[in-house]
């Protein structure tokens, strides 16, 4: 068994520093009141002693754990294996190293999972939650309020429970769809799709409402439900196909179910964008630029959504509130902000 030399104490760092244990106590929490001077010394004694603060110790003084909760309402193979989470969590995680918190991921694969996330958040271990890809049904909004940790959702809520203050960031999904398919009118196609995500989802419902506003003539047989997920692009373009044959152009919800629809044009036979032009939603770089031909997308800042989220929330927690309410909000009212999104061109429309 190998010795280990024991760890310095807030005492040694106080001797090194030639201050007081109270002293190296408020610099190292972060507490107000003592001179650069002095805080300068006890920061190179702590630099060169290797000390570091306890954790229970600290979060007893300043009443925050520098932990927040990330909550998808995925199960974790979805989760690991859509690009679009891994933008997002990779947003997140920037934002919370930068301010020295830690974050804690919490999946919900079935109900029972529910009821965990829900003890674990009212059990105190985080200081807030950053909680997205809520589906309309979902108990998660009525488990955090009841848990009382300030909230940022991703998204819009889509969910009236009476409460006040509800924070979110979201893109603006339904001008990005209206661009989308404007841009494939534009091209003078006619007879245009669009394969959704699942609807219980708002981005998915308000990227389909976008697509009814540019066009309201559309008959029903030229949508076709999607999941975001390249197999329901592919069920959902088989079946567009074999209901609408003439159609020559699909606005697909995300990049993924563009990129199953594009397999299943390719084994129709049909060229792209020759005899059918295909838009997604999302410009994720790893699939956008690697479908065959490259695809032509509505691009949102997913990174910059899950940054944001964080900053709103951590912002938030130093003001003693969840967030700051957006200029104009009603009490009570949702407070959100809506990033823009932009066309990308390539070369499948």
């Known amino acids: 068994m190998t010795d280990t030399a024991p760890r310095p104490t807030l005492e040694a760092v106080a001797e090194r520093a030639g201050v007081s244990r109270a002293t190296v106590s408020r610099v190292v929490n972060g507490a107000h009141g003592v001179r650069d001077a002095l805080a300068d010394r ?69 109900r029972e999972d529910h009821a965990r996330v829900g003890r674990y958040l009212a059990g105190g271990h985080v200081d807030g939650a950053l909680v997205f890809s809520l589906h309309l049904d979902d108990p998660l909004p009525g488990l955090v309020r009841g848990a009382g940790v300030p909230t940022v959702f991703g998204g819009r809520p889509g969910w009236d429970d009476g409460r006040d ?92 179910t563009a990129a199953g629809a594009l397999r299943v044009l390719r084994e129709r036979g049909r060229r792209v964008p020759d005899d059918v032009a295909v838009v997604g939603f999302d410009d994720m770089l790893p699939v956008a630029e690697e479908t065959d031909p490259p695809l032509t997308t ?37 407070s959100g902000v809506i990033l823009p999104t932009t066309l990308v061109r390539r070369a499948s429309a």
């Open 42 to 110: 006890v920061r190179r004694a702590v630099e060169e002693l290797g000390y570091v603060p306890n954790q229970a110790a600290r979060s007893l003084v300043t009443r925050r754990h520098d932990a927040v909760a990330v909550v998808a309402a995925e199960p974790e193979t979805r989760v690991f294996a859509d690009p679009y989470f891994a933008q997002q969590l990779r947003g997140i995680s920037k934002e919370l190293t930068a301010h020295d918190n830690q974050l804690v991921l919490l999946l919900t694969e079935g």
């Open 298 to 334: 509505v691009r949102q800042d997913i990174e910059g959504m899950g940054r944001l989220m964080a900053r709103l929330l951590l912002r938030g927690l130093d003001r003693g509130t969840a967030a700051e309410p957006t200029d104009g909000a009603s009490a009570g009212a949702p």
């Open 165 to 256: 203050g509800v924070v979110y960031v979201d893109s603006d999904n339904r001008g990005g769809a209206r661009a989308a398919v404007r841009h494939l009118a534009g091209l003078g196609r006619t007879r245009i799709a669009h394969i959704t995500g699942p609807l219980d989802q708002t981005s998915a419902a308000d990227r389909l409402a976008g697509f009814r506003d540019v066009r309201a003539d559309a008959d029903a047989g030229l949508v076709a439900r999607g999941d975001f997920t390249s197999g329901g692009g592919e069920r959902a373009m088989r079946e567009l196909l074999d209901r609408s044959p003439d159609l020559d152009a699909v606005f697909a919800a995300n990049d993924l």
